[in-house]
């Protein structure tokens, strides 16, 4: 391997590229769809976690593994949960040589949280609630003094190119228009989610699924899409900024219009209780009541005390015409993470040899039917590192995926991008059940997106991953997750595998 493609400027994308360069003398070209500095990482309050050394008397990997696959409902790769945990602890000791800044104790150790779903404190942040810019700021540092790794901003991932099977590269589109093919030994997907597939949405504008929609058109397998986190507590403004798990963490509750504490009605962890089953509580709560939000209260701290904490949500709330300390304020659940996408082994490889995908584009099977909170920072490092050492190192056998072919056709209506949204949102969002799927499938059938602007392939790649979505929540009968059919309100009674997918044509 001599020129490695990163697309894709996240966490999972620097990390990888630093990687690739620490172990080998290759060339790097990274593509970044906007600024370097605008990816949904930045974006990230909550922490990242981590069991550390010394941290025997109160955690272990092994309690790590287990929150996590508890949180994956029953859906998890266990062996890629091993990997994510057992690795986590020399990942941050390798951020720390890079520069992370780490908030720490008065006695000068790293200082963990608790978050939820976590059964021990083991979550680190940086500023309270920006751990996010605080881990990528030294990231683009690294990657912007290696000469050996070209950046190229404001460039957007258009296809991939294949020849016999292989992936040989990619075709952009710079922020001119001009398209410019790249050759390349290998391709790593790190391009993140496709939250603009909803109304509400925490994820910045350029997360438009444009990973998972190439990869499917250059022939790839893609698994589990029909699982997609909302966060439960997404500020009711436009942006829909998120309020940070760590806030329940510390003792916030959730309360309807009428003032009462309802999560216990629903699950005995209250706004503990993994953010599948608060996001789907409190969509459960709005279909009783009639009501269109809830309020997160976190009126008993003082103001002192959550500008301390929460240094950047006291900024947020400020911005939007809360005192935090004073009001309650008003939360929605929100598009935030996808746990399916283009399905990887353990080092990153997808079906078609040549291409990676790590972070939040790839399914490595980590997260199952919900991703515990704080895991997806962490998936970034610990599967980017990994392709990395399979690619400057032997390749091996490339996987074979057992999956269902799909004729995604395209119809002949032109489609906008606020329609996708409103038929994600309205039949394929919290709640799905098969006449809402029938209905959202038949008119996203329906669609077509014609044009070559960025803002039209965006809006293509859109409806394809949402015709993608759709079909796998129809294919699963049963409740699990984040998947969640009203008229299919439990888990089957045998774990059902993987959704893999593959194209037809």
């Known amino acids: 391997m001599t020129r490695v493609l990163v697309v894709g400027s996240g966490i999972a994308g620097l990390y990888t590229a630093l990687e690739l360069r620490r172990r080998s003398n290759v060339d790097v070209t990274l593509v970044a769809k906007g600024a370097l500095r605008e990816s949904n990482t930045w974006y990230a309050q909550g922490g990242i976690a981590a069991v550390l050394p010394g941290a025997e008397s109160t955690d272990s990997t092994g309690r790590h593994v287990a929150d996590t696959l508890t949180a994956g409902a029953g ?189 216990g009605d629903y699950h005995p962890d209250g706004e503990l209780a993994p953010r599948d089953v608060v996001s789907r509580s409190i969509a459960l709560h709005l279909a009783r009541t009639g009501e269109s939000r809830v309020f997160l209260d976190a009126t008993a701290f003082s103001a002192g005390f959550l500008s301390r904490r929460f240094p950047t949500l006291t900024a947020v709330t400020a911005a939007a015409g809360f005192d935090w300390s004073r009001d309650l304020l008003p939360v929605v659940p929100a598009a935030h993470y996808w746990m399916g996408g283009v399905a990887t082994d353990l080092y990153g490889r997808t079906s078609l040899p040549g291409l990676y995908a790590v972070g939040e584009v790839a399914r490595t099977g980590v997260h199952g039917a919900n991703r515990l909170a704080s895991n997806s920072l962490l998936e970034g490092l610990v599967f980017g590192a990994r392709a990395a050492n399979v690619i400057t190192g032997s390749a091996g056998n490339w996987p074979v995926f057992d999956a269902q072919e799909v004729d995604l056709s395209m119809g002949r209506e032109t489609a906008r991008r606020d329609d996708v949204r409103q038929v994600m949102s309205e039949h394929v969002c919290v709640l799905r059940d098969e006449s809402g799927l029938r209905v959202a499938a038949k008119q996203l059938a329906q669609w077509r997106v014609g044009g070559s602007s960025i803002e039209d392939r965006e809006t293509a790649n859109l409806l394809l991953c949402a015709r993608l979505l759709t079909h796998a929540a129809a294919l699963r009968s049963e409740s699990r997750g984040a998947h969640y059919r009203s008229d299919f309100p439990t888990a089957g009674a045998a774990v059902v595998g993987p959704t893999m997918l593959r194209s037809s044509t």
Do not use: K, Y
């Open 75 to 263: 859906h998890c790769d266990e062996e890629a949960v091993r990997v994510l945990c057992a690795d986590s602890a020399a990942h941050i000791d390798r951020l720390l040589t890079l520069g992370t800044r780490f908030d720490r104790t008065d006695d000068g150790a790293l200082a963990v949280g608790h978050e939820a779903a976590h059964s021990a404190p083991r979550i680190l942040h940086i500023g309270g609630d920006a751990t996010g810019a605080g881990i990528a700021d030294p990231l683009v540092r690294a990657v912007e003094s290696d000469p050996r790794i070209t950046i190229l901003e404001h460039t957007f991932l258009a296809d991939l190119t294949t020849s016999g099977g292989q992936v040989t590269g990619a075709v952009v589109v710079r922020g001119s228009g001009e398209s410019v093919p790249l050759e390349t030994d290998a391709v790593v997907l790190a391009t993140g989610g496709a939250g603009g597939l909803f109304r509400h949405s925490t994820n910045p504008s350029v997360a438009t699924g444009d990973g998972v929609a190439a990869a499917w058109r250059a022939g790839a397998v893609v698994a589990d899409l029909e699982f997609f986190q909302f966060h439960p507590t997404s500020l009711d403004v436009d942006g829909h900024p998120l309020i940070s798990e760590a806030v329940r963490g510390e003792g916030a509750v959730i309360r309807d219009a009428a003032g009462h504490r309802f999560m």
